[in-house]
């Protein structure tokens, strides 16, 4: 299928980061040696407003820690409709393998993602002002059947989980990535276990 020109959305400009970490995990389900290294985004995390980036820093914290090539952006269904149809009518082509989607209120963004593409999508409901977040996982996690969203916790500890759930979904066809994942857990085991109260 043709790469459509996606309108308003320059992927390296503007409010979108791109994570590209010396050394981090891409594509190359062949050559199992050849899995870290520079690439493009495997990993594309938006969110409806620049105000949910104080929670999702913990998304793009975790997924550089993993070394897992990003991109961070502002994408609104509501605000900006045709521009989150087109980033995700578009997303696969590009190479993403997995949609992180954070809104707050009534959070529509990752359902509209997920509408618009056949490549996981997970949701991670922000907390909100007026109802504490729960307005925003019940919109995130309440899909007809038919368009999943894999919806996490209200806030930050969704937004790292988020990461981690991206990183075990790449890791499946990535035994380097996999590595780092038993890794992280058998550190975080250890903390657990070693934790010392004053
Ligand atoms: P503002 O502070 O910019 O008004 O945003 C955002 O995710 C944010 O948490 C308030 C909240 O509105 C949310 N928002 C959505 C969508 N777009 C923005 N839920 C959407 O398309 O779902």
Avoid: Y
Avoid at 37 to 42: G, I, K, P, V
Avoid at 124 to 146: C, F, H, I, R, Y
């Amino acid at each position: 299928m043709a790469k459509k020109r996606v309108p308003g959305l320059r992927v390296g400009s503007g409010t979108s980061k791109i994570r590209n970490p010396q050394s981090e995990i891409r594509n190359s389900p062949r050559n199992p040696k050849s899995e870290i290294r520079n690439s493009r985004s495997l990993v594309a995390v938006i969110m409806g407003s620049k105000a949910d980036w104080e929670t999702m820093r913990s998304t793009d914290e975790t997924l550089t820690e993993f070394g897992v090539a990003h991109e961070c952006r502002v994408i609104s269904a509501h605000r900006t409709p045709e521009l989150a149809a087109a980033f995700a009518s578009n997303a696969e082509a590009r190479g993403i393998e997995v949609v992180i989607a954070a809104a707050g209120g009534a959070a529509h963004l990752a359902g509209v993602i997920a509408a618009h593409t056949t490549l996981p999508v997970l949701g991670v409901p922000m907390k909100s002002e007026a109802l504490n977040g729960m307005d925003s996982l019940l919109a995130t996690v309440q899909m007809p059947a038919g368009v999943p969203v894999g919806t996490l916790a209200i806030g930050k500890p969704g937004a790292t989980n988020a990461a981690l759930f991206a990183i075990a979904i790449l890791a499946n066809g990535r035994p380097a990535l996999r590595k780092k994942l038993h890794q992280f857990r058998e550190d975080q085991e250890k903390k657990v276990r070693e934790a010392v109260l004053e």
